[in-house]
């Protein structure tokens, strides 16, 4: 057994841990301040145009945007003229979720290790979610543009094979959470592997499941937008035609109708949301 | 017991526990039905998007010739008409002109003869070119007054807007062939194109033959990334790693001013091929643009999020402003603020940066408040207690309470804003996610495209890891 200390040990034992913590700090504190200036002047440098001037300019382009809109005498036709594309959008962002979401749900059957399929799928379908996952829907999106020409598909292929990835691991997740009492249950009525899972599992999970898919559709309407702008259909293209215009009646209605689109949505599921998991996975 | 003791059982339950059959028939209904729903809508949505459409117009062969030229360089030897010469090149770079000419390459000072691999053989002087298959037919194509000739025959182009093919010494276009006629015949290879003024033959994904009246030109394609490491006039290129290493260490300098494993690696870094520095400087870009962004965001949302918290701001309109600013933020989407900014701002990394603040100030800004709204107020009691002031009760009572929160919120936020930083700068703010789309726009070097998503994915793959393994510590070491 060690000595015990006297208090005078104690006392620079805790001045000494006191000291390194400051130290740590003002480490801390210090590295911040060299990020945050010497990011600033870095970027500042490569920037085309600087930080001060730019900042007097910030309310043109704005400014332009909400003058063009009063001055256009049609504008709530504008936003109805646009409402196709954005349908557009919401379908792509549709169609890749319930896709994207069918693949997660196949990987993370392979890949949680105690629904027991194959032991030998679990690090594949692990590594594959992650591949997934990683690759930017963007180059993916461009690749496939290249290769079908530029419609809404190979944003709708990019948007699914991310949204698998994605909510696979969330998935996976919810698989590996589940309270094993009911598969033991089952399992002892000599239900099959199928069966087990039809109602052992399934009734656990799919709120979850639902609850994470919506939340990605959320996600994958901006995703789909951001596509159009590289050529994919949808909002996004229209977005670039008018802002490349300049034309600020098309910008302010194509920005309502996105806006209200997203909060629309953003109601409607987390209300589905609320009634599904009973609030718990508001913030995933 | 007998049926009729069981049925009547069964009449019975039906009778005082009809509810539970008739629910879970309800329970059968609901996913037949929405799985129709969900059938028809894709129904739908085949039609509205073309599928068939789309996929059948789809050019594959563009997919395996990009895949082809991601990891394959191609030799061209070319004879330009106008300037009368003949040049072999790597990727048609005057820079990278061979000489001495490869092994597969020979001439006697008029023709050349190419062997292509594979007992594929090209010879070729001016105005004309033989190719000679593995099976030994032989194929002649003239350039000639007023066009191409393959084995003496030309192509004209008739009412109908197809390619037809008679003798060359027959005047008129009576009795055309048609290109299947003339692949039975010999004349012409399968799967060549031959036109009026051009004709063109790939035998295989690594050798190509092309004929215009201004150019003739073969190409051969060699697997790998060639002047990755050296450019074309370094003279370091071709040189084995040991040598290298030798020359790294070796006291005779090449460069006087250098030694020479500085010199050796300025060689690599200034590659004018591959430009490996403005590659690093279009990561850095990249990196900062989160980092910045992120950093600010941070910075700016917790002094918020404390201001529209309701247990430290008792005046419910300036909460009530600060939320829906928050909302305003983070509504509007990253790309749309950097639109914004890069009419103000223009193109680089500070608009980047400070899209990217902008949207997370009002993400951080909420997460914060929330988190500050739902602490332990009995630690703040216990330092108030003690007779401290605000700034010390916010200190020691309701920091380390959020900190956990609001070092694992902007890690993580700062690993997702690498990603939106590569498509920011796609748009237009500039960095890495910038120079790949312009190297995808102009579809030629897809090579430089792999590279690029490589080391993109290098980058994002690496952060993440970085990011997940530093959150996981600080939040452990915290409890």
């Known amino acids: 057994m060690n000595t015990p200390l006297t208090i005078g040990q104690l006392q620079s034992h805790f001045n000494g841990m006191e000291q390194r913590r400051r130290l740590y700090t003002a480490v801390f504190l210090g590295a911040s301040l060299i990020v945050f200036f010497g990011g600033f002047s870095i970027a500042e440098d490569l920037n085309s145009g600087g930080f001060w001037q730019g900042l007097a300019k910030f309310f043109?382009?704005?400014?332009?945007?909400?003058?063009?809109?009063?001055?256009?005498?049609?504008?709530?036709?504008?936003?109805?003229?646009?409402?196709?594309?954005?349908?557009?959008?919401?379908?792509?962002?549709?169609?890749?979720?319930?896709?994207?979401?069918?693949?997660?749900?196949?990987?993370?059957?392979?890949?949680?290790?105690?629904?027991?399929?194959?032991?030998?799928?679990?690090?594949?379908?692990?590594?594959?979610?992650?591949?997934?996952?990683?690759?930017?829907?963007?180059?993916?999106?461009?690749?496939?543009?290249?290769?079908?020409?530029?419609?809404?598909?190979?944003?709708?292929?990019?948007?699914?094979?991310?949204?698998?990835?994605?909510?696979?691991?969330?998935?996976?997740?919810?698989?590996?959470?589940?309270?094993?009492?009911?598969?033991?249950?089952?399992?002892?009525?000599?239900?099959?592997?199928?069966?087990?899972?039809?109602?052992?599992?399934?009734?656990?999970?799919?709120?979850?499941?639902?609850?994470?898919?919506?939340?990605?559709?959320?996600i994958n309407i901006r995703a789909s937008a951001i596509l159009g702008f590289v050529g994919a259909g949808g909002i996004g293209q229209e977005f670039r035609t008018a802002i490349s215009w300049g034309a600020g009646d098309k910008i302010s209605a194509l920005f309502l109708l996105l806006f209200l689109t997203i909060v629309v949505i953003d109601q409607i599921s987390s209300r589905i949301r609320r009634n599904l998991v009973g609030g718990a996975y508001q913030m995933a | 017991?007998?049926?009729?003791?069981?049925?009547?059982?069964?009449?019975?339950?039906?009778?005082?526990?009809?509810?539970?059959?008739?629910?879970?028939?309800?329970?059968?209904?609901?996913?037949?039905?929405?799985?129709?729903?969900?059938?028809?809508?894709?129904?739908?949505?085949?039609?509205?998007?073309?599928?068939?459409?789309?996929?059948?117009?789809?050019?594959?062969?563009?997919?395996?010739?990009?895949?082809?030229?991601?990891?394959?360089?191609?030799?061209?030897?070319?004879?330009?008409?106008?300037?009368?010469?003949?040049?072999?090149?790597?990727?048609?770079?005057?820079?990278?002109?061979?000489?001495?000419?490869?092994?597969?390459?020979?001439?006697?000072?008029?023709?050349?003869?190419?062997?292509?691999?594979?007992?594929?053989?090209?010879?070729?002087?001016?105005?004309?070119?033989?190719?000679?298959?593995?099976?030994?037919?032989?194929?002649?194509?003239?350039?000639?007054?007023?066009?191409?000739?393959?084995?003496?025959?030309?192509?004209?182009?008739?009412?109908?807007?197809?390619?037809?093919?008679?003798?060359?010494?027959?005047?008129?276009?009576?009795?055309?062939?048609?290109?299947?006629?003339?692949?039975?015949?010999?004349?012409?290879?399968?799967?060549?194109?031959?036109?009026?003024?051009?004709?063109?033959?790939?035998?295989?994904?690594y050798k190509t033959m092309r004929v215009t009246r201004a150019q003739i030109l073969v190409q051969r394609y060699f697997f790998g990334w060639e002047y990755f490491w050296f450019g074309p006039k370094s003279q370091l290129h071709g040189l084995s790693t040991g040598a290298l290493w030798d020359l790294a260490w070796s006291e005779e300098r090449i460069d006087p001013a250098l030694s020479n494993a500085e010199f050796i690696f300025l060689e690599f870094w200034r590659n004018p091929d591959w430009q490996h520095n403005e590659m690093f400087?279009?990561?850095?870009?990249?990196?900062?643009?989160?980092?910045?962004?992120?950093?600010?965001?941070?910075?700016?949302?917790?002094?918020?999020?404390?201001?529209?918290?309701?247990?430290?701001?008792?005046?419910?309109?300036?909460?009530?402003?600060?939320?829906?600013?928050?909302?305003?933020?983070?509504?509007?989407?990253?790309?749309?603020?950097?639109?914004?900014?890069?009419?103000?701002?223009?193109?680089?990394?500070?608009?980047?940066?400070?899209?990217?603040?902008?949207?997370?100030?009002?993400?951080?800004?909420?997460?914060?408040?929330?988190a500050i709204e739902n602490i332990d107020s009995k630690q703040v009691e216990g330092v108030r207690s003690t007779g401290a002031t605000a700034i010390q009760r916010y200190r020691f009572g309701v920091i380390p309470q959020i900190l956990p929160i609001f070092v694992s919120q902007t890690l993580y936020y700062l690993e997702s804003n690498i990603r939106s930083a590569t498509v920011i700068g796609a748009l237009g703010a500039g960095g890495i996610g910038l120079k790949l789309v312009q190297s995808m726009q102009t579809q030629q070097d897809w090579e430089n495209v792999m590279y690029l998503i490589v080391m993109t994915l290098i980058v994002v793959v690496s952060m993440d890891i970085a990011s997940g393994w530093l959150r996981r510590k600080l939040i452990n070491d915290r409890g």
Request: aromatic letters at 12%; proline letters at 5%; glycine letters at 8%.
């Open chain 1, 60 to 218: 043109d382009f704005p400014s332009q945007i909400i003058q063009d809109t009063f001055a256009a005498d049609d504008w709530l036709i504008t936003v109805l003229e646009y409402s196709p594309a954005m349908l557009e959008t919401i379908n792509m962002a549709m169609v890749g979720t319930l896709f994207g979401a069918v693949m997660a749900m196949i990987l993370a059957f392979c890949s949680s290790r105690n629904l027991g399929i194959l032991p030998g799928l679990v690090p594949v379908a692990r590594r594959l979610m992650d591949i997934t996952r990683a690759f930017p829907e963007l180059i993916l999106a461009l690749f496939l543009i290249y290769l079908l020409g530029a419609t809404p598909i190979p944003a709708i292929i990019a948007v699914m094979l991310h949204t698998a990835g994605a909510l696979g691991k969330l998935f996976s997740e919810v698989n590996e959470n589940i309270d094993r009492k009911p598969l033991e249950g089952l399992q002892a009525t000599g239900a099959s592997w199928l069966q087990r899972m039809r109602f052992g599992v399934l009734p656990q999970v799919l709120p979850n499941y639902c609850s994470y898919a919506l939340l990605r559709f959320e």
């Open chain 2, 1 to 205: 017991m007998t049926t009729m003791t069981l049925d009547s059982q069964a009449s019975r339950l039906r009778r005082t526990h009809g509810e539970v059959i008739r629910k879970s028939r309800m329970a059968a209904f609901w996913p037949l039905t929405s799985l129709g729903i969900v059938l028809g809508y894709l129904v739908y949505a085949w039609i509205a998007f073309d599928v068939s459409g789309v996929f059948g117009a789809a050019d594959w062969n563009r997919g395996v010739l990009l895949s082809r030229d991601s990891f394959h360089h191609k030799y061209q030897v070319s004879y330009s008409a106008r300037q009368d010469e003949v040049s072999v090149t790597v990727e048609g770079d005057r820079n990278t002109e061979q000489d001495p000419l490869p092994s597969w390459v020979t001439t006697d000072g008029d023709s050349y003869r190419v062997s292509l691999g594979g007992r594929h053989i090209v010879t070729f002087a001016t105005g004309r070119l033989d190719y000679t298959a593995p099976d030994g037919s032989t194929y002649a194509v003239r350039v000639t007054q007023d066009g191409v000739h393959v084995n003496g025959y030309r192509a004209f182009l008739d009412d109908d807007n197809q390619y037809r093919f008679v003798p060359e010494e027959q005047s008129g276009n009576a009795n055309p062939l048609d290109m299947d006629e003339l692949v039975e015949r010999g004349i012409l290879p399968e799967g060549s194109s031959f036109a009026p003024t051009k004709f063109e033959y790939a035998p295989d994904f």
């Open chain 2, 281 to 370: 400087i279009a990561l850095l870009e990249t990196l900062l643009m989160a980092l910045l962004g992120t950093f600010v965001a941070a910075g700016v949302g917790l002094p918020l999020g404390f201001l529209a918290a309701a247990n430290f701001n008792p005046i419910f309109a300036s909460r009530m402003v600060l939320r829906r600013l928050f909302d305003f933020l983070r509504g509007i989407d990253q790309i749309i603020w950097s639109l914004i900014f890069i009419r103000a701002f223009g193109l680089g990394p500070l608009t980047g940066s400070l899209a990217i603040a902008f949207t997370d100030t009002g993400t951080l800004g909420k997460l914060f408040s929330e």
